[in-house]
């Protein structure tokens, strides 16, 4: 019996991607402008899909790899299912796809957006957003569709599209883990290949055009300043869209793994008007509706007045977000209520079992949305315009670069404070309510405004493109003064965007981290074992070392911009005097090829360690079970420092921009204003330049870095443990232990605690045994003893 | 029956401090100069007197604020002895003692230093390094003496000098764990109020002296140059002196605290010639050899040519301290052999308890000697002048500050890499010799080398300040010479020294970490339960903030020295002509002041977190068991963390300083030899600044924070867990479980599993239950249900 429930988030995503098309196909109809802004803004295109076609010929030689590794290790390990690499490659395929609908849309969109600011704001804003739309409906809308298809398709060949047991939808779910592998692949690629190339291209713009050859940003005669708008595309659309589509395919996924296992504690079945698996629909059921629940968000961001300024345009976005989020909350309310069980029973970890009302489900994604909202904030007060932190940065860069910088660390460091205490408080209180399913759900609760929050993204990077073009294109004053205000605004929902994509990415590596566990079988992670301590350290250093490579990478690449844009200047003639056309595909090719080329090392490293910990130990005879819990100690300290690591450095970086941009409206140090071109002004603009890796190169790559660390854990996991109590112990029947107890609740906690150990009896009949005291028991063996010899 | 053996660490420790006294009284009988040379060095003896003195006052009321909570904790919570109070001020007492003796035979040597360079370089090596022999023997034989005299003395009060139980032994250790956590908060003001102190003086004189007066370096005029030629003093030699005492103690007492549970182990009672005592007597034993070992170590570094260079003089440093470490691993072999039970019995947590020959404790040691020699390798590979990663530094500094600062932080964060990967490797395989007492006892072997350690760490600061004093007094170029030649080695060994450092604080965290769980009594730390997760995520953070806080207090004492000085220029009479003398005295007062002001908060930090969580769940009713694991979960987060941000921050800033340095002899940058003055050498400065706090207070202030923060857990460890599980599982005999099993060994490991939840029984005599299927158990269970209701 199967309901249809199942296929309602298909409908919904299809929904949402018809919606996308209609909104494309309105922002395409647009004015594009005249001949000058389109020329640039062609440019762009070109550059862009110059970097699509490099980065899909590199994706492609790598997924053919890993689905090579995955049908291998599909053929060795009985556990691991073929289907596997399909679902893998799909997942790929769809975040790329995502990807490069965002990047075309975000590169046809900033030229309209100009065009429109001519006569419009309120136009300009609708079209500029019509395109974050566009972006954000595609990336949450493809991740829902094939998510839910491959569920579906599994279900159905594994499980005939009937519940039979927790055991075969595990199967169901780990195939349905290469999906989500695939994807984070993708987005490793593109958040760390793109963080390379935007600064590498900036770098290489910068100090050959405006330092050695004394032309303007943007002019067009330089040859990497196409390479740098494509960049901001690569980084700020196409990265952050990879980023949060892995996000919110792994967010449902984990979620799904760990409902199967709350059916496993109600008794391994259910009855329910779903088909005895409302616990797994719900996160999908969330995503779907929080689709639905973008689109009506999206509509609601606009602007009347054409005398608009920045509190306006920001109270209309602010709207759209809020109602999304409240209107999430109610479907969060209605759904828990209509799928889940009235009461359930979970398993707490050292607690045992608990019986739960479903509202408690409903806390916990009220949990989610809570850590969403309050993120934002925390990351606008520590990189916001005009906040202290800023201010004082500021002030800090009257007395040199070196004080400057200083105070920039000491920001991004402090700033770990509120936000960790934070997400500590998530776990913690999402856990109280509704134990891993929670956290998860609190995840999945949080994600499902992604549409809404890639749109509000997305649309900084359209408006910063957009007044580019008009500065370029020499229009009127009062159509970059529009596009300002977009822009102005625009900046501060990239921030926040930062502080929920890490957000994001932190729970999504719990809620993974969790379903690991479960996967593998093992009961917990246990720190005070030495291997699994060193193996906490170890992972502690990833995040740090990877970052260190991520810089590193940046300037490796930038020597080789500026090595190309120097040849250029020297070998075309009339370059300089705008007769002879810069070759800037050239440009963007070696932006490209350096980008991925630079991202290989950490790359490896990211994929590698998970592996050699797994496999490694294996070689020498060591106990999976040992093993697993290894890997777990890994994945917790990539987890715990990569989370620090990206707090630090995206705050950090974002304060120092934001310090460097005071500036320009004039800041008060001493008593005295203080202008660009200061002495003070200088020094920021130091800041600034270490703060681009930290915040666009390396603090980014963190959110894919601990994702993707606990993905490929959840991918071995299968092969590490055997895939429930039942099917370990059911082989193991020599060691057989009977446990006896006069509660029947302090049994199960026993029971679960020696499971891999001990094959324990179910024992409900012995409740009656309460007064029998040990030397009664002892008795009854030595009777017992006696016939058996 | 108690062997003498008990009395040696004394005996030793007591010869060591009289080797001590003699070598002080040669180094005061040596010639200290004459008029400006002994002016300069009285003005800098003054300032260290008056910093300490202030230090005392404060220290004196926090150790009575302490005292206090820590009686009180005595009388309510019965497990907590009243005498750890006593402890705990010995400790303080002892460690600031030490402090002292080194601060002042520093300061009184550093002018005998120039003194003898006047005529022969081997002289001045002799002197130098002897006063570096007084601190370093003084440190380690004031910590040796304290804690075995209080060992004897808790052992005798509470056990009557006899072996009685673990458990009783188990209170001994516990009130012993006072002493130890006196050394560790003395450690904590001396190491980050003495870094906060000197930076601040250093930026404060150099800012206005240097800049805004236009007076050289090390001027008398400048009423800073006393409070930075002390601050030299305060944060090299008294910071680190207190770092390594407390290091010291905490290894021994960790080691102690795990021998009591290899002989828990082993069945409560072993028979040896040591009173039964042998495994906790031996790290007292290795740390007693050392002294004497390094006393021995000492005498070798000697140079015979008054034409030695820095090869000459590194290579004498180094036959002293490889003879201290070959040395010390032969007395660990010896003293292995002659006070362990041949075989032991050590419970390998999750593999049971295992046969263990007594060799592999002395691999364990062999594996600590090898972590202090290779860390500092790593360390001197990432921050040594010409090596690799500096000369990139050097190179990247041409394209301006920002790139500068970049490869800095790329490179402290990249030398997390191998750092860690030793770590990790040292935990694995100490811990498979011999379990946790293997581990701490690797960390009691490199500790055991600290007399020598700190000698060679001591002498680079002295001869800094003797080159600096040979400079002020005008001294023939020849002094200055040979003064650079030893301060060339001195720079050398402070950074590998900083190396040793961490290595100590990780290792000591780590056996206090394992003397934690067993004194809690818990199992382990699962970081799977949800709290627990959280807390790690806490942890982890605090370490990140703490720096954070302490560079801006690094910002915020500078700014109070600069207008101090500024006023002293401005409102002493003749102080620029040399006619008026500036109140040297009063910078000393405002920035030990503003030190010791700016160190509380991040102090009540680190002292308020672990008890904040250890207290207020309980607050809540919070089961204690859980709450320790919480609390382990944290102590686990700051170490982990504690130690990257300790390695990332040292070797970055040492790096930026040796980039800056290479530029005095000239580099070569694109070909072109780049000297001082050049705008790649500006940009390099700028780079030393920022790596100023990273490497003198917020980097070595890690090494305090996670020993401190896993001895504060240590002393919480008794008030949350019962002492033993005899002790616990006795007063819970309402939830009985009965295991019965084929094979005994199997019990054993599902026993220990179910302790805090069930009560066990020992059940050897169900071994012959093999053959009896899960039916028949059941049947007889039925039978016995019948006569019960």
Redesign the interface.
């Given at each position: 019996m199967e309901s249809m429930m199942i296929y309602a988030p298909i409908v919904m995503a299809v929904l949402g991607l018809i919606f996308m098309a209609v909104k494309r196909s309105w922002v395409m109809k647009q004015n594009s402008g005249d001949g000058k802004m389109k020329e640039i803004s062609d440019y762009i295109y070109e550059g862009a899909l110059a970097f699509l076609n490099a980065e899909y010929k590199l994706l492609a030689v790598f997924v053919v790899i890993v689905s090579i590794a995955l049908a291998v290790v599909s053929f060795v390990v009985p556990t691991t299912h073929i289907l596997i690499v399909v679902a893998f490659v799909f997942g790929a395929v769809f975040s790329a796809l995502a990807g490069n609908m965002g990047m075309k849309i975000a590169t046809k969109t900033n030229v309209r957006t100009t065009q429109a600011a001519k006569t419009s704001l309120p136009n300009a804003l609708k079209i500029s957003f019509g395109g974050g739309t566009v972006m954000g409906l595609g990336v949450a809308g493809l991740a829902v569709l094939g998510l839910t298809a491959f569920f579906i398709f599994f279900f159905h060949f594994f499980m005939g599209g009937e519940w039979t047991n927790t055991m075969d939808m595990t199967i169901v779910l780990e195939t349905l883990a290469g999906f989500s592998l695939g994807a984070e692949s993708i987005a490793l690629f593109a958040r760390v290949g793109g963080g390379i190339y935007t600064k590498a291209a900036d770098v290489g713009a910068d100090?050959v055009g405006k330092v050695e050859a004394g032309i303007p940003e943007d002019d067009p005669r330089n040859p990497a300043t196409i390479a740098d708008n494509v960049g901001d595309n690569v980084g700020d659309v196409a990265g952050m869209g990879a980023d949060l589509f892995g996000s919110y395919v792994a967010t449902v996924l984990a979620a799904m793994v760990l409902g199967n296992y709350v059916i496993k504690d109600m008794g391994g079945a259910i009855t329910d008007a779903f088909g005895g698996i409302g616990p797994i629909l719900l996160p999908m059921a969330i995503a779907g509706a929080g689709i639905i629940i973008s689109v009506i968000g999206t509509m609601l961001v606009k602007i009347k007045s054409n005398d608009a300024k920045e509190p306006q345009v920001m109270g209309a976005l602010n709207v759209g977000n809020w109602v999304s989020i409240i209107l999430v909350a109610i479907s969060c309310y209605v759904l828990v209520i209509w799928m889940l069980p009235k009461t359930m029973k979970m398993d707490f970890?050292?607690e045992g079992l608990q019986e739960i009302s479903s509202m408690r489900v409903f806390y916990a994604t009220l949990v989610g949305l809570v850590v969403g909202a309050v993120i934002s904030s925390i990351t606008e007060y520590y990189t916001g315009l005009g906040k202290k932190p800023i201010l004082k940065i500021v002030q800090?860069s009257s007395?040199?670069?070196?004080?400057n910088?200083?105070?920039g660390?000491?920001?991004g460091?402090?700033s770990?404070?509120p936000s960790?205490?934070l997400?500590?408080?998530a776990?913690?209180a999402s856990?109280?309510f509704a134990g891993?399913y929670g956290?998860a759900l609190a995840a999945s609760a949080m994600m499902a405004t992604t549409a809404m929050q890639l749109a509000i993204d997305a649309f900084g990077p359209i408006c910063d493109n957009a007044g580019g073009i008009a500065e370029m294109s020499e229009q009127e004053p009062i159509v970059r003064e529009r596009t300002d205000i977009l822009d102005a605004v625009g900046n501060t929902t990239a921030a926040t965007g930062k502080g929920f994509a890490i957000a994001s990415a932190a729970l999504t590596s719990?809620a993974l981290f969790?379903a690991y566990?479960t996967f593998t079988g093992i009961?917990?992670?246990?720190?005070?074992?030495?291997?699994v301590?060193?193996?906490?350290?170890?992972g502690?250093?990833i995040p740090?070392?990877f970052?260190?490579?991520a810089?590193?990478a940046v300037?490796k690449a930038a020597m080789e911009m500026v090595n190309e844009v120097r040849r250029q200047f020297r070998d075309i003639p009339g370059i300089m005097e705008g007769t002879g056309t810069p070759e800037y595909a050239k440009c963007v090719d070696i932006s490209t090829k350096a980008a991925l080329r630079e991202m290989l090392l950490p790359g490896i490293m990211t994929i590698g360690f998970p592996i050699v910990i797994a496999f490694v130990p294996m070689l020498f005879g060591m106990n999976n079970m040992?093993i697993a819990e290894m890997l777990?100690?890994y994945m917790?300290?990539v987890t715990?420092?990569g989370?620090?690591w990206a707090i630090?450095q995206n705050n950090a970086g974002g304060a120092w921009d934001n310090a460097k941009k005071s500036f320009e409206a004039g800041v008060m140090i001493d008593g005295k204003m203080t202008y660009k071109g200061s002495d003070a002004h200088k020094a920021a603009?130091?800041?600034?330049?270490?703060g681009d890796?930290f915040k666009d190169t390396s603090g980014p790559s963190m959110n894919i870095l601990i994702k993707l660390t606990c993905l490929i854990g959840l991918v071995i996991a299968p092969i590490l443990g055997g895939h429930d109590i039942e099917a370990t112990t059911s082989e193991d029947t020599?060691?057989?232990?009977?446990?006896?107890?006069?509660?029947a609740n302090?049994?199960v906690?026993?029971e679960k605690?020696?499971k891999n150990?001990?094959k324990s009896?179910t024992?409900a009949?012995?409740s009656?045994?309460?007064?029998?005291?040990?030397t009664?028991?002892?008795a009854?063996?030595?009777?017992?003893?006696t016939p058996?010899?």
């Open positions: 100090l970890f050292g800090q007395t040199g670069a070196g004080t910088v200083i105070a660390l000491a920001t460091m402090i770990t404070f960790v205490l997400f500590a408080g776990i913690w856990y109280a891993f956290v719990l969790a566990v009961d917990g992670i246990n720190i005070f074992k030495a291997p301590l060193a193996m906490l350290f170890v502690g250093m740090v070392v970052s260190a490579l810089m590193n300037g040992a777990g100690g917790a300290g715990v420092s989370v620090l630090f603009v130091t800041g600034d330049t270490v890796p020599t060691e057989e232990v009977y446990i006896l107890n006069s509660e302090t049994v906690v026993a605690q020696i150990i001990v009896t024992i009949e012995t009656s045994l309460k007064s029998l005291n040990e009664e028991v002892r009854q063996l030595k009777d017992a003893e058996q010899n």
